[in-house]
C-alpha cells in the first residue's frame, strides 16, 4: 500500500531517466512518454479508488513513524487532482507528439515533461512541509527548462520573468517553513495542524500566514503577484503552455488549501480576509487584462489568472459549500482550460498566427475544432449545462449564504466579461473570414497529426460535457472532498496513529 | 546567539531585496544568493542553538547517551542548499544566454515577450 502512494512520483522520474537515456531515440522516448503517462492514470484511478473505499490513505516512508519521517497522504482532495493531473499528462504528452519537433525532443523535452510531471504529483501526495518544498523545487526547475528549451529569444524573455519572481516565491516559502519549525518545531503537516493551536502568539501566526499567502500566491498567481504569468506564458510550445496552464498553478492554489486547513484553519482571522479580497481583486484583474489583449494564448493567459480567483475565493469564503465549490472549480478548470490551449495550438497551426487579428475562418473549414472550442470555452464562461455552470452556481451560492452580496455580484460580473473574451475569439478566430483568406482545414494535416491533435481535445471536450450534464456524482464526491478539509480529523488518525500491524 | 544571527538574517535580507530592486540582472541574481543565504540561516537558528555534541548515537545504544544538537535543521540546510545551488547555477546560465541573445542585461530593455506597441498597430504603421 506504501508503494502505492510513492508509484505517482516514483513512475514520472523512472520515465525521465529512461526517456533521457532514449532521447537519441525519439521513437522508444515517445511511447516512453505516453506509457509512464498511462500507467500514471490508472495508479491515480487506484489511488482515488482506494480513497473512496477507505478514507484517508497514508505511508510512512522509510518506516520511520510520522512525525519524525516523511509521510505520504491521499485524501479525497489530494486524490482527485493525482487523477486530474494524470489526465492531463496523459493528454498533452498524445497532443506533444504532434506538436514538439525533433529538435527539442533531442533536447530531452520528454525528461523534463515527465520531471514536471513527478513535481506536481509528488506535491499531492506529500504530508510534509519541507517535502513539499522539495517538490516545488522539482516541478520549478522542469518548468524552468521546458519554458526556455529551444532558447528562441521570447523564450529568454518570458523565462527571465518566470524564473525570477518563482525563485522569489521558493525563498519566500522556505523562509516561512523555518519560522514555522522555529515556532512549532515539527514539518508534518497532520502534527502542525495539532501544534499551532498550542501556540500563544497571534501575531507570529498572522504573520507567517501572510508569509504563506505570498510565496503560494506567487505560484498560484494571484493579485498582485501574477505579473511572471502572463509575461511569459504564450512563450514556448502549446504544449508546455497546456500543461503550465492546467497544472502549475494549480500547484499553488492546492498548497494554499492545504496551509489555510490543516495549519491555520480558522475562517476569521486576518489571512481569510486577505485571501477575499486578493480572490476578488484576482478574478476582476485577470479577466479585464484579457478584455484588453488580442493574442489568443495571452487571453487564455490572463484567463488563468481570474480563475485562480475564484478557486481562492473557495478557500476564502470558508464554508462547506464554498470548498466543494472549490474542488469541483479546480477539476472543472484545469480540463477546460487545457483543452482551450491545446485549440489555440491547432488554430495557430491552421492560420498560421496567434494574433486574433491575423487569423480567421476557422468555422468554415474545420467545424470540428470550433464546436470543441465552443464546449471549452463556453464551459469556461459559466455556461448551463457546462461545467463551468455548475462550479460558479456552487460558489455564488456559497457566497450568497453568507449574505456576501458583492462577492457574488463580482463573481457575476468576471462570468460576464470572461463570456465577452471567449466570444471575441469565437467571432475573431473562427466566424470571421481569414484576413488573407488561406485557413487549412483539419484535412490538410497527417493522419497522424490529426489524431494527435484531437483525440486530446475531444478526450477533453468529453470530460467537459460529463461534469456539466450529470454532475450529481462528482458535486457529491467535492462535498465529501469538502468535508474531509473541513474536519481533518480522519487526516490526522491516518497519519499520526500507529499502523496496525 | 541567537539574536546576533537573526539580525544577520536581517541584514543578509535588506542586503538581498535592496540588490534585487536594481534592474541589471546580475545584481538581481546576487540578491537572489544574498536571500538564499538568509533563508538557510532563518532554517539553522529556528532549530535553536545548543552548545552540545554531534547528534551520534555511540554504538550498542539506542539513543545518544549525552545532550546533542538539533540534527533536523542541518538536513533540511544541505537539501536548500544543494536545491538552491542548482536553482542559481541555472539563472546566472539563463542570464548569460539571454545577455547573449537579447544583448541587454537590464530588465527594463527586455520586451521581446511583451512588446510596447501593438502588433496590430505596427502593421497599420510600418
Same mark, same amino acid.
Given at each position: 500500500?506504501?508503494?502505492?502512494?510513492?508509484?505517482?512520483?516514483?513512475?514520472?522520474?523512472?520515465?525521465?531517466?529512461?526517456?533521457?537515456?532514449?532521447?537519441?531515440?525519439?521513437?522508444?522516448?515517445?511511447?516512453?512518454?505516453?506509457?509512464?503517462?498511462?500507467?500514471?492514470?490508472?495508479?491515480?484511478?487506484?489511488?482515488?479508488?482506494?480513497?473512496?473505499?477507505?478514507?484517508?490513505?497514508?505511508?510512512?516512508?522509510?518506516?520511520?513513524?510520522?512525525?519524525?519521517?516523511?509521510?505520504?497522504?491521499?485524501?479525497?482532495?489530494?486524490?482527485?487532482?493525482?487523477?486530474?493531473?494524470?489526465?492531463?499528462?496523459?493528454?498533452?504528452?498524445?497532443?506533444?507528439?504532434?506538436?514538439?519537433?525533433?529538435?527539442?525532443?533531442?533536447?530531452?523535452?520528454?525528461?523534463?515533461?515527465?520531471?514536471?510531471?513527478?513535481?506536481?504529483?509528488?506535491?499531492?501526495?506529500?504530508?510534509?512541509?519541507?517535502?513539499?518544498?522539495?517538490?516545488?523545487?522539482?516541478?520549478?526547475?522542469?518548468?524552468?527548462?521546458?519554458?526556455?528549451?529551444?532558447?528562441?529569444?521570447?523564450?529568454?524573455?518570458?523565462?527571465?520573468?518566470?524564473?525570477?519572481?518563482?525563485?522569489?516565491?521558493?525563498?519566500?516559502?522556505?523562509?516561512?517553513?523555518?519560522?514555522?519549525?522555529?515556532?512549532?518545531?515539527?514539518?508534518?503537516?497532520?502534527?502542525?495542524?495539532?501544534?499551532?493551536?498550542?501556540?500563544?502568539?497571534?501575531?507570529?501566526?498572522?504573520?507567517?500566514?501572510?508569509?504563506?499567502?505570498?510565496?503560494?500566491?506567487?505560484?498560484?498567481?494571484?493579485?498582485?503577484?501574477?505579473?511572471?504569468?502572463?509575461?511569459?506564458?504564450?512563450?514556448?510550445?502549446?504544449?508546455?503552455?497546456?500543461?503550465?496552464?492546467?497544472?502549475?498553478?494549480?500547484?499553488?492554489?492546492?498548497?494554499?488549501?492545504?496551509?489555510?486547513?490543516?495549519?491555520?484553519?480558522?475562517?476569521?482571522?486576518?489571512?481569510?480576509?486577505?485571501?477575499?479580497?486578493?480572490?476578488?481583486?484576482?478574478?476582476?484583474?485577470?479577466?479585464?487584462?484579457?478584455?484588453?489583449?488580442?493574442?489568443?494564448?495571452?487571453?487564455?493567459?490572463?484567463?488563468?489568472?481570474?480563475?485562480?480567483?475564484?478557486?481562492?475565493?473557495?478557500?476564502?469564503?470558508?464554508?462547506?459549500?464554498?470548498?466543494?465549490?472549490?474542488?469541483?472549480?479546480?477539476?472543472?478548470?484545469?480540463?477546460?482550460?487545457?483543452?482551450?490551449?491545446?485549440?489555440?495550438?491547432?488554430?495557430?497551426?491552421?492560420?498560421?498566427?496567434?494574433?486574433?487579428?491575423?487569423?480567421?475562418?476557422?468555422?468554415?473549414?474545420?467545424?470540428?475544432?470550433?464546436?470543441?472550442?465552443?464546449?471549452?470555452?463556453?464551459?469556461?464562461?459559466?455556461?448551463?449545462?457546462?461545467?463551468?455552470?455548475?462550479?460558479?452556481?456552487?460558489?455564488?451560492?456559497?457566497?450568497?449564504?453568507?449574505?456576501?452580496?458583492?462577492?457574488?455580484?463580482?463573481?457575476?460580473?468576471?462570468?460576464?466579461?470572461?463570456?465577452?473574451?471567449?466570444?471575441?475569439?469565437?467571432?475573431?478566430?473562427?466566424?470571421?473570414?481569414?484576413?488573407?483568406?488561406?485557413?487549412?482545414?483539419?484535412?490538410?494535416?497527417?493522419?497522424?497529426?490529426?489524431?494527435?491533435?484531437?483525440?486530446?481535445?475531444?478526450?477533453?471536450?468529453?470530460?467537459?460535457?460529463?461534469?456539466?450534464?450529470?454532475?450529481?456524482?462528482?458535486?457529491?464526491?467535492?462535498?465529501?472532498?469538502?468535508?474531509?478539509?473541513?474536519?481533518?480529523?480522519?487526516?490526522?488518525?491516518?497519519?499520526?496513529?500507529?499502523?496496525?500491524? | 546567539?541567537?539574536?546576533?544571527?537573526?539580525?544577520?538574517?536581517?541584514?543578509?535580507? @535588506?542586503?538581498?531585496?535592496? *540588490?534585487?530592486? $536594481?534592474?541589471? =540582472?546580475?545584481?538581481?541574481?546576487? #540578491?537572489?544568493? /544574498? !536571500?538564499?543565504?538568509?533563508?538557510?540561516?532563518?532554517?539553522?537558528?529556528?532549530?535553536?542553538?545548543?552548545?552540545?555534541?554531534?547528534?551520534?548515537?555511540?554504538?550498542?545504544?539506542?539513543?545518544?547517551?549525552? @545532550?546533542?544538537?538539533?540534527? *533536523?535543521?542541518? $538536513?533540511?540546510? =544541505?537539501?536548500?542548499?544543494?536545491? #538552491?545551488?542548482? /536553482? !542559481?547555477?541555472?539563472?546566472?546560465?539563463?542570464?548569460?544566454?539571454?545577455?547573449?541573445?537579447?544583448?541587454?542585461?537590464?530588465?527594463?530593455?527586455?520586451?521581446?515577450?511583451?512588446?510596447?506597441?501593438?502588433?496590430?498597430?505596427?502593421?497599420?504603421?510600418?
Amino acid at each position: 500500500m506504501s508503494w502505492l502512494l510513492a508509484l505517482p512520483f516514483l513512475l514520472p522520474i523512472l520515465a525521465a531517466l529512461l526517456t533521457f537515456l532514449g532521447r537519441g531515440r525519439p521513437r522508444l522516448a515517445r511511447g516512453l512518454s505516453l506509457g509512464s503517462c498511462g500507467l500514471l492514470l490508472l495508479v491515480s484511478l487506484a489511488i482515488l479508488a482506494l480513497v473512496q473505499a477507505n478514507g484517508v490513505v497514508a505511508a510512512q516512508m522509510g518506516g520511520w513513524p510520522a512525525p519524525f519521517g516523511i509521510t505520504l497522504v491521499a485524501d479525497r482532495l489530494s486524490a482527485v487532482m493525482l487523477v486530474v493531473a494524470a489526465v492531463v499528462g496523459l493528454t498533452v504528452a498524445l497532443f506533444a507528439l504532434s506538436d514538439i519537433d525533433t529538435h527539442h525532443e533531442q533536447l530531452g523535452f520528454y525528461s523534463y515533461y515527465q520531471l514536471l510531471l513527478a513535481g506536481v504529483c509528488g506535491s499531492f501526495v506529500t504530508g510534509d512541509l519541507f517535502n513539499l518544498y522539495v517538490w516545488f523545487e522539482v516541478m520549478l526547475i522542469a518548468s524552468f527548462a521546458l519554458l526556455v528549451l529551444g532558447g528562441e529569444r521570447i523564450q529568454l524573455d518570458g523565462g527571465i520573468k518566470y524564473v525570477a519572481m518563482n525563485l522569489v516565491s521558493t525563498l519566500l516559502m522556505l523562509t516561512a517553513i523555518a519560522l514555522l519549525y522555529g515556532l512549532t518545531g515539527t514539518l508534518n503537516l497532520a502534527q502542525l495542524h495539532l501544534a499551532v493551536t498550542e501556540v500563544d502568539n497571534p501575531l507570529a501566526e498572522n504573520l507567517l500566514a501572510v508569509l504563506f499567502i505570498c510565496a503560494f500566491g506567487i505560484k498560484a498567481a494571484i493579485f498582485p503577484l501574477f505579473f511572471w504569468l502572463p509575461a511569459s506564458y504564450h512563450a514556448p510550445p502549446v504544449a508546455v503552455t497546456a500543461v503550465f496552464a492546467g497544472l502549475l498553478t494549480k500547484v499553488g492554489v492546492y498548497a494554499l488549501i492545504r496551509t489555510f486547513t490543516l495549519i491555520f484553519p480558522a475562517g476569521d482571522n486576518l489571512a481569510h480576509e486577505i485571501l477575499l479580497a486578493t480572490a476578488l481583486l484576482t478574478m476582476l484583474t485577470g479577466v479585464l487584462g484579457a478584455a484588453a489583449h488580442y493574442e489568443f494564448r495571452k487571453i487564455l493567459a490572463f484567463h488563468i489568472v481570474s480563475q485562480i480567483g475564484f478557486l481562492v475565493l473557495g478557500l476564502a469564503l470558508y464554508s462547506p459549500l464554498a470548498l466543494t465549490g472549490a474542488v469541483f472549480y479546480m477539476v472543472h478548470n484545469i480540463v477546460a482550460k487545457t483543452n482551450l490551449f491545446l485549440i489555440s495550438g491547432t488554430a495557430q497551426r491552421l492560420t498560421g498566427s496567434f494574433e486574433l487579428a491575423q487569423i480567421g475562418g476557422l468555422y468554415r473549414v474545420s467545424p470540428l475544432l470550433a464546436a470543441l472550442f465552443f464546449i471549452a470555452a463556453f464551459s469556461l464562461a459559466g455556461f448551463p449545462p457546462l461545467s463551468g455552470f455548475w462550479a460558479k452556481f456552487l460558489l455564488v451560492k456559497a457566497s450568497l449564504d453568507q449574505a456576501a452580496y458583492w462577492v457574488a455580484a463580482v463573481a457575476l460580473v468576471t462570468g460576464a466579461l470572461t463570456l465577452f473574451s471567449m466570444s471575441k475569439i469565437w467571432a475573431e478566430a473562427f466566424w470571421k473570414d481569414h484576413p488573407r483568406d488561406d485557413c487549412a482545414s483539419l484535412a490538410t494535416l497527417t493522419a497522424g497529426d490529426r489524431l494527435q491533435r484531437l483525440l486530446p481535445v475531444i478526450a477533453l471536450a468529453l470530460i467537459t460535457l460529463v461534469l456539466g450534464l450529470a454532475p450529481e456524482p462528482f458535486i457529491e464526491f467535492s462535498l465529501a472532498a469538502a468535508g474531509q478539509l473541513l474536519d481533518p480529523g480522519d487526516y490526522l488518525r491516518a497519519v499520526l496513529a500507529p499502523p496496525a500491524d | 546567539m541567537e539574536t546576533a544571527l537573526a539580525l544577520l538574517v536581517g541584514i543578509l535580507t @535588506a542586503t538581498g531585496v535592496y *540588490l534585487m530592486l $536594481a534592474r541589471n =540582472l546580475l545584481r538581481y541574481l546576487f #540578491g537572489l544568493i /544574498l !536571500l538564499s543565504n538568509a533563508a538557510n540561516l532563518a532554517i539553522f537558528t529556528a532549530g535553536r542553538l545548543t552548545r552540545a555534541s554531534p547528534p551520534l548515537v555511540p554504538a550498542g545504544l539506542e539513543a545518544p547517551a549525552v @545532550a546533542v544538537a538539533n540534527p *533536523l535543521p542541518q $538536513a533540511l540546510i =544541505l537539501t536548500a542548499i544543494v536545491i #538552491g545551488f542548482g /536553482l !542559481l547555477a541555472f539563472t546566472l546560465a539563463l542570464i548569460v544566454r539571454a545577455y547573449r541573445r537579447l544583448g541587454t542585461l537590464d530588465a527594463d530593455d527586455m520586451r521581446v515577450a511583451e512588446p510596447r506597441k501593438k502588433p496590430e498597430q505596427e502593421n497599420r504603421h510600418p
